[in-house]
Structures are given as C-alpha cells and as structure tokens.
C-alpha cells in the first residue's frame, strides 16, 4: 500500500472503459468510459439508472462482466485486497448492527480496517463528535432515528481514513442541518487529500459539491463535465422580461455571448423600454431534462421521501 502523494496525483481516480454489466439477461451498464482525476465528483441519475451497481463495481463489492477498470491505478479483481484497504464504501442503506452502541460499531469498523484498538478508539471519539452523534454514542443503534444510524454508517466508513470514499445516496432521509453537515464533511474530507464519488438524485447536490458530475441514464452515461460545462451544453443565458411584481413575461433565449445577449437586449429595450430584465443562466435540472428527458429531483424534495423523482 505504498501510494506516495506524487504517484497519487500522476494516477487518475477512476479510468473506466467498455463497462458492462448486466444481472441475467438486463443489462445494468453499457459499455461505459469514465477518466476522473482525484477530487470531488458525483454521480447523478434517477432510480434504477445504475449508479449503486457502478459503485459496487468499483468498490469491488460485485464482479462486472467487460471492460476494463481501474481505481486509484488498481483492478478491482486482480488487486482485490489492496483496494479493499485504500477505498471504503458506505451504501446506500444504513449497514450498521442494532444490538452495538454507536461506539462499539466504530470500533468494531476500525478493528476490520486493521487499526489498533487505541487509534481506533480516539478517531471514533472525533467523528462521533463532528457527526453530532457523541450523546448517543454509548446508546444501542436499536434506538437510534433513521438519520442518526445514516451518519453513524457514514462515520464509519471513514474510520480508516481511505484515500476515496464512496457514498451511495448519503444524504438521502437527512435534515436539512445534517445534510448541510455532511457536505461540510465531504469538503473537509477532500481538504485532507482524500477523494469522494458519491450517488446522488439531486442536482443541487452534485452542484454544490462536485467538480465533476457524470449523469447517468439507463446504464449510459449521457454527460461528463463540470456543472458550468453541463449547463452550457444547453446553451447560453436566457433573458427574463418581468412585470411590477416579478412575473415573468416572456423568456429569450441566447447563445450566452456578449454580443448575443447585448443584440437581444438592444431589441428588447427598443421594444419595451421600461420593463424590467433579468440575466440568467439555465439550472441543472434543466440540463438533464434536455439530456435525458426526465426530471431529477432537488434536494428540497428529500424531505418528502422519493415520490418527487420521476424515473
Ligand atoms: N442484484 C440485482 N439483481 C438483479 N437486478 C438488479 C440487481 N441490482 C440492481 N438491479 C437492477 O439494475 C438496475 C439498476 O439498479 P441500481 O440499483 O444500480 O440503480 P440506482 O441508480 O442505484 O437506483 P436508485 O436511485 O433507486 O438507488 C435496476 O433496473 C435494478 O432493478
Ligand atoms: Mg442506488
């Protein structure tokens, strides 16, 4: 396990080409190209698109059937164990054991990553703190809320300070608070050096976040790119015309340019030279309607559970 800073930075996160998998005869993923370099990146798409079977694969929790695959330099089936030691996944749902204490499930965690008892002791002491879970540390996981055992499960995933860090749906069934804390968590993280890919529905949450969002649709990925690239893909700014009390009138497309918008304007002030104009530029969400003719979801509809994604 002698991954130098230097070798890290010359090696990509993730180098994917002709993925595919597929359970019986559905195929899951279809022939899927991904290079991502260290950093923070995440993975959009609706229910059943795949994200959780790619980041198994790539956690090395299931086998894929072509391709060939490589995290941080290394294939997931050749060097298994070595992987195992460097990554660590937390899934999508809560995988801790409801008859141990939140502090018993970190150390039980830091035990299965090799560390000793003392040092897995003290770093479960500081993440049970930052993720407001010191109160209940010593309490049966059995009364814990839903949330409180999704940032325990979190929590221990990062116990042995892995150099990538995958998180399927981590703030799904989060407050507000938590989420925010955990993206405060991610960011931190990433500070340290360390490398995140996680899942998300949520396209304010892969904007907040990512420096790269891969959007996957159906088991293809049909965009690559920062969140300014993704939204450029459907051009430019749009021109809002509203009246006294902020409706919106009409909308006018541009290509984005200074020029562009500076010729629209002109017409618009020629024509209605009073009304009042607004710049913007187009969301995510609208990005992946025109990409995958389906809305995803934002990060408010969390609260009310998955009936706001249309898959
Ligand atoms: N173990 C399995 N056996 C058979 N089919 C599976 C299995 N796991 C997943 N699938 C199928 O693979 C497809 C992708 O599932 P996957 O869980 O990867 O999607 P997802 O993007 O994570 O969805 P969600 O947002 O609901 O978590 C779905 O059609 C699902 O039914
Ligand atoms: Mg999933």
Avoid: C
């Amino acid at each position: 396990m002698a991954y130098t800073d230097t070798v890290r930075a010359e090696t990509p996160l993730l180098e994917i080409t002709g993925l595919s998998k597929s359970y019986g005869r559905h195929r899951v993923l279809t022939d899927l190209d991904l290079t991502l370099p260290p950093g923070i990146h995440a993975l959009l798409g609706p229910n059943g698109s795949g994200k959780t079977t790619l980041v198994n694969v790539l956690s090395t929790l299931i086998p894929y059937d072509a391709g060939e695959v490589r995290v941080l330099g290394l294939d997931p089936r050749r060097d298994r164990k070595t992987l195992q030691g460097l990554v660590s996944l937390t899934g999508q749902y809560a995988a801790v054991d409801e008859k141990l204490s939140g502090t018993e499930n970190m150390l039980m965690m830091g035990r299965l990553f090799g560390l000793s008892r003392r040092a897995a002791a003290q770093r479960a002491d500081g993440l049970l703190e930052r993720f407001d879970l010191t109160g209940a540390a010593g309490d049966r996981v059995a009364t814990y809320s839903g949330g409180m055992r999704r940032k325990l499960d979190i929590a221990a995933g990062l116990i042995a300070q892995p150099q990538l860090i995958f998180l399927d749906e981590p703030t799904t069934g989060l407050d507000t608070r938590s989420r925010q804390a955990l993206w405060d968590e991610i960011t931190a993280l990433a500070d340290s050096g360390a490398s995140i890919f996680l899942t998300t529905q949520y396209l304010e949450e892969a904007d907040a976040l990512a420096e790269r969002i891969v959007v996957l649709h159906d088991g293809h990925i049909v965009a690559d790119g920062t969140a300014a690239q993704l939204k450029a893909r459907i051009g430019g700014a749009a021109i809002q015309l509203h009246d006294d009390a902020g409706h919106i009138l009409e909308e006018i497309p541009t290509r984005g340019s200074a020029i562009d918008v500076a010729r629209h304007l002109d017409a618009v002030a020629r024509a209605r030279p009073d009304v009042d104009v607004t710049v913007r530029r187009p969301t995510l969400d609208e990005v992946f309607l025109e990409l995958t003719g389906e809305q995803a979801g934002t990060a408010d509809q969390q609260d009310q559970g998955r009936e706001g994604v249309a898959a």
